[in-house]
């Protein structure tokens, strides 16, 4: 071998990629002067609510700690929100720094509300007392309306919470989509050790609505239960074993026991439309709204005349799709107002199909009771990949009771409130465990939460309420870190077996030996389990082929009980990836027969890397430049319509065609052409 030719060859493609990268960066100058495009983001915004007592702290158990002297003393927690009210007497010894990136001064005052609501709800110590007394809270103001901010904000306050060494970032506030400018943020202030909590969001009850910063699997992401108040209603509806989802509507009264009745239509609700109807000891449906343009129909007016009438109960379903919370307070009512009968809200969907079983004699039961641990309508649902799962959890965020601006106090909902309750328990474990990285506390507050059941008794899927309700207790006495915090099998009859492994990290040191019991996803699916080391292994092997998506857990009980949710997938098809040295090759392997596929690579930061497209008779590949964990996902177009299939892969070496930036050869080739392009341009005009 000629090692002149060698060198010589090496010296060139060194080069070469100085030249490429040298292009690559002159294309990016250019997209800088041509413009920057400003991502605009919402802080939560968060229901109106007018009612009784916060009690929301002791409902996730943050007595204990504190009967022991735990109170996050000396805990630093960056509140990224509208500022706080330094003034207000349960807050004013606790801001030790910040940033006003409104008005560019030390200051970050509070005009708004949202931010010393948030603050309070943390670290309050006063007439009111938060989760965490004793932390210290720096404010980072990012907006002064509480209606929107840049996410250059969000990303700059993040930054210089890094740079005040700060060891909690609350991020009460966000945007419905993905912006990976502050996921960027978000993962670099985890590298640097600082935990981040995150809101889920305020726009449920539709699924897939978390977006940044929530959406970050490194954040821990928290929706809205409802709060351990007399406020707390939950409605049901039964109808022949069919469950409708019905919410009550603010100002009713908890029924003593079950209501069952016939269920009668009356169109809008006014006395003309009961007038010759037969009501009385009846449930009435009727429509929200009126039949004539620009009326309002109060729900208080349906409420009265459906009462006059001798109904018991009445259901108003939405005029436009999806569900509805409704409230029978209302400016044209006296405070003498009393609403006689239960009052019940559901979705124009279920209440078209209602109607159309009406025609016999159809007999509904409705429930109303107290259920503090119910998950709010509005807190947002996953998911947002099918590679992990969020919300993480959820915390009180309903009717919670905490401090305002101008010395004052508020009842205020939203994730928003929710999310610094999982702040101050972070505070709270790392005065106890100061050496606990920022996935420790995220994987003992997760596996910690209770399990949390929605109104006839059913877990609430993952997708909802992650593991369940935040337990401060249980996280406090928590031996250990199971990580990764979920389990995530793909089985299918060409992949019948999957093995995944789980860290068992003990804060104490010592050697963990926990009873492991699996509570099964499927009856299709038979599970094993065993410990190697520090190591659980658990093993799932596909008996039968029950084509579905199915959730579990797995209890691991060591001093205290956790929980790792399962979700199983079990496919009619598979993808298998092959690795060279950074390149990809994909096979489809399916049981139907198929015509196009469509492949993404994600990187386990939930990014996408890059996608292409196969056939049975195209092969493509796909290369990658940095060595690490590596999500696929195959989008199927099959006989019988679509299907996803999905594998993980860890790459050992980049490809050596790929440059250390990360960016594949040939799309480094198109753009460093465009470059240049821009480049020459530039050059002519200038000379003209």
């Given at each position: 071998?000629?090692?002149?030719?060698?060198?010589?060859?090496?010296?060139?493609?060194?080069?070469?990629?100085?030249?490429?990268?040298?292009?690559?960066?002159?294309?990016?100058?250019?997209?800088?002067?041509?413009?920057?495009?400003?991502?605009?983001?919402?802080?939560?915004?968060?229901?109106?609510?007018?009612?009784?007592?916060?009690?929301?702290?002791?409902?996730?158990?943050?007595?204990?700690?504190?009967?022991?002297?735990?109170?996050?003393?000396?805990?630093?927690?960056?509140?990224?929100?509208?500022?706080?009210?330094?003034?207000?007497?349960?807050?004013?010894?606790?801001?030790?720094?910040?940033?006003?990136?409104?008005?560019?001064?030390?200051?970050?005052?509070?005009?708004?509300?949202?931010?010393?609501?948030?603050?309070?709800?943390?670290?309050?110590?006063?007439?009111?007392?938060?989760?965490?007394?004793?932390?210290?809270?720096?404010?980072?103001?990012?907006?002064?309306?509480?209606?929107?901010?840049?996410?250059?904000?969000?990303?700059?306050?993040?930054?210089?919470?890094?740079?005040?060494?700060?060891?909690?970032?609350?991020?009460?506030?966000?945007?419905?989509?993905?912006?990976?400018?502050?996921?960027?943020?978000?993962?670099?202030?985890?590298?640097?050790?600082?935990?981040?909590?995150?809101?889920?969001?305020?726009?449920?009850?539709?699924?897939?609505?978390?977006?940044?910063?929530?959406?970050?699997?490194?954040?821990?992401?928290?929706?809205?239960?409802?709060?351990?108040?007399?406020?707390?209603?939950?409605?049901?509806?039964?109808?022949?074993?069919?469950?409708?989802?019905?919410?009550?509507?603010?100002?009713?009264?908890?029924?003593?026991?079950?209501?069952?009745?016939?269920?009668?239509?009356?169109?809008?609700?006014?006395?003309?439309?009961?007038?010759?109807?037969?009501?009385?000891?009846?449930?009435?449906l009727v429509e929200r709204g009126s039949d004539i343009k620009d009326e309002l129909l109060y729900?208080?007016?349906?409420?009265?005349?459906?009462?006059?009438?001798?109904?018991?109960?009445?259901?108003?379903?939405?005029?436009?799709?999806?569900?509805?919370?409704?409230?029978?307070?209302?400016?044209?009512?006296?405070?003498?107002?009393?609403?006689?009968?239960?009052?019940?809200?559901?979705?124009?969907?279920?209440?078209?199909?209602?109607?159309?079983?009406?025609?016999?004699?159809?007999?509904?039961?409705?429930?109303?009771?107290?259920?503090?641990?119910?998950?709010?309508?509005?807190?947002?649902?996953?998911?947002?990949?099918?590679?992990?799962?969020?919300?993480?959890?959820?915390?009180?965020?309903?009717?919670?009771?905490?401090?305002?601006?101008?010395?004052?106090?508020?009842?205020?909902?939203?994730?928003?409130?929710?999310?610094?309750?999982?702040?101050?328990?972070?505070?709270?474990?790392?005065?106890?465990?100061?050496?606990?990285?920022?996935?420790?506390?995220?994987?003992?507050?997760?596996?910690?939460?209770?399990?949390?059941?929605?109104?006839?008794?059913?877990?609430?899927?993952?997708?909802?309420?992650?593991?369940?309700?935040?337990?401060?207790?249980?996280?406090f006495d928590a031996n250990l870190a199971i990580s990764p915090s979920f389990a995530i099998f793909?089985?299918?009859?060409?992949?019948?077996?999957?093995?995944?492994?789980?860290?068992?990290?003990?804060?104490?040191?010592?050697?963990?030996?926990?009873?492991?019991?699996?509570?099964?996803?499927?009856?299709?699916?038979?599970?094993?389990?065993?410990?190697?080391?520090?190591?659980?292994?658990?093993?799932?092997?596909?008996?039968?082929?029950?084509?579905?998506?199915?959730?579990?857990?797995?209890?691991?009980?060591?001093?205290?009980?956790?929980?790792?949710?399962?979700?199983?997938?079990?496919?009619?098809?598979?993808?298998?990836?092959?690795?060279?040295?950074?390149?990809?090759?994909?096979?489809?392997?399916?049981?139907?027969?198929?015509?196009?596929?469509?492949?993404?690579?994600?990187?386990?930061?939930?990014?996408?890397?890059?996608?292409?497209?196969?056939?049975?008779?195209?092969?493509?590949?796909?290369?990658?430049?940095?060595?690490?964990?590596?999500?696929?996902?195959?989008?199927?177009?099959?006989?019988?319509?679509?299907?996803?299939?999905?594998?993980?892969?860890?790459?050992?070496?980049?490809?050596?065609?790929?440059?250390?930036?990360?960016?594949?050869?040939?799309?480094?080739?198109?753009?460093?052409?465009?470059?240049?392009?821009?480049?020459?341009?530039?050059?002519?005009?200038?000379?003209?």
């Amino acid at each position: 071998m000629d090692d002149t030719k060698n060198k010589t060859d090496i010296n060139s493609a060194v080069s070469e990629n100085k030249m490429k990268k040298t292009r690559l960066l002159m294309f990016c100058f250019s997209l800088v002067i041509i413009g920057v495009f400003l991502f605009s983001a919402k802080v939560q915004t968060d229901p109106v609510s007018e009612v009784l007592l916060d009690k929301s702290a002791k409902h996730v158990g943050v007595q204990y700690p504190h009967n022991l002297g735990f109170y996050g003393k000396d805990i630093k927690i960056a509140v990224i929100d509208t500022g706080v009210d330094s003034g207000h007497p349960d807050l004013s010894d606790k801001i030790i720094g910040g940033y006003d990136f409104i008005e560019n001064d030390i200051t970050a005052q509070d005009t708004n509300g949202h931010g010393t609501e948030v603050a309070g709800i943390i670290a309050a110590n006063g007439k009111m007392r938060g989760v965490a007394p004793e932390a210290k809270i720096l404010a980072y103001r990012v907006s002064d309306t509480g209606n929107s901010v840049s996410s250059d904000l969000i990303v700059k306050a993040i930054q210089k919470a890094i740079e005040d060494d700060v060891d909690i970032i609350n991020l009460s506030l966000g945007v419905n989509r993905t912006n990976d400018k502050i996921e960027d943020a978000i993962n670099d202030a985890v590298e640097k050790g600082i935990v981040v909590v995150a809101a889920a969001g305020n726009s449920g009850p539709d699924l897939r609505t978390i977006g940044s910063p929530g959406k970050d699997p490194h954040a821990i992401t928290v929706g809205a239960t409802y709060n351990n108040i007399t406020a707390s209603l939950v409605a049901t509806l039964d109808i022949d074993g069919k469950r409708f989802q019905v919410l009550p509507m603010v100002g009713i009264v908890p029924l003593s026991e079950s209501l069952t009745s016939e269920i009668v239509f009356g169109k809008y609700g006014k006395e003309s439309d009961l007038a010759g109807l037969d009501v009385k000891d009846k449930i009435l449906l009727v429509e929200r709204g009126s039949d004539i343009k620009d009326e309002l129909l109060y729900f208080s007016v349906k409420e009265k005349n459906a009462a006059n009438a001798g109904a018991r109960a009445i259901i108003v379903y939405n005029n436009e799709p999806g569900i509805f919370l409704g409230d029978l307070n209302n400016k044209l009512e006296g405070p003498e107002y009393k609403p006689r009968i239960p009052a019940v809200s559901m979705s124009k969907e279920d209440g078209h199909a209602l109607l159309s079983i009406l025609q016999n004699k159809t007999t509904g039961t409705i429930n109303t009771f107290y259920h503090p641990d119910f998950v709010s309508f509005f807190s947002s649902r996953g998911p947002v990949s099918p590679f992990y799962i969020k919300p993480d959890l959820v915390a009180p965020g309903v009717f919670v009771n905490t401090t305002s601006i101008q010395g004052r106090y508020n009842l205020t909902s939203g994730t928003s409130f929710a999310a610094p309750h999982v702040s101050g328990a972070a505070a709270i474990l790392l005065e106890k465990n100061p050496g606990l990285s920022p996935s420790q506390v995220k994987a003992i507050i997760i596996s910690t939460a209770d399990p949390v059941s929605d109104t006839f008794g059913t877990l609430f899927p993952q997708e909802i309420s992650g593991v369940g309700r935040l337990n401060i207790t249980r996280a406090f006495d928590a031996n250990l870190a199971i990580s990764p915090s979920f389990a995530i099998f793909d089985l299918s009859p060409f992949t019948k077996s999957q093995t995944l492994q789980f860290k068992l990290e003990t804060i104490n040191g010592t050697r963990a030996q926990p009873q492991i019991e699996i509570t099964p996803a499927s009856s299709a699916v038979k599970f094993d389990h065993w410990i190697d080391g520090t190591t659980l292994f658990v093993k799932a092997e596909l008996t039968e082929q029950k084509t579905g998506q199915y959730q579990g857990s797995i209890v691991i009980s060591d001093k205290v009980v956790q929980r790792i949710p399962i979700l199983l997938r079990i496919s009619d098809g598979a993808i298998e990836v092959f690795e060279n040295d950074g390149m990809l090759d994909f096979k489809i392997d399916s049981e139907e027969k198929w015509s196009y596929a469509k492949i993404s690579l994600y990187n386990d930061d939930g990014r996408l890397v890059d996608s292409i497209s196969l056939t049975p008779t195209k092969d493509q590949s796909i290369t990658v430049g940095t060595p690490g964990k590596y999500w696929v996902q195959a989008e199927l177009k099959t006989e019988n319509g679509t299907a996803s299939v999905y594998n993980t892969i860890t790459v050992q070496s980049a490809n050596r065609q790929t440059l250390d930036i990360g960016i594949p050869y040939q799309p480094l080739i198109i753009l460093g052409g465009i470059g240049a392009i821009i480049v020459l341009v530039g050059l002519l005009i200038r000379r003209k």
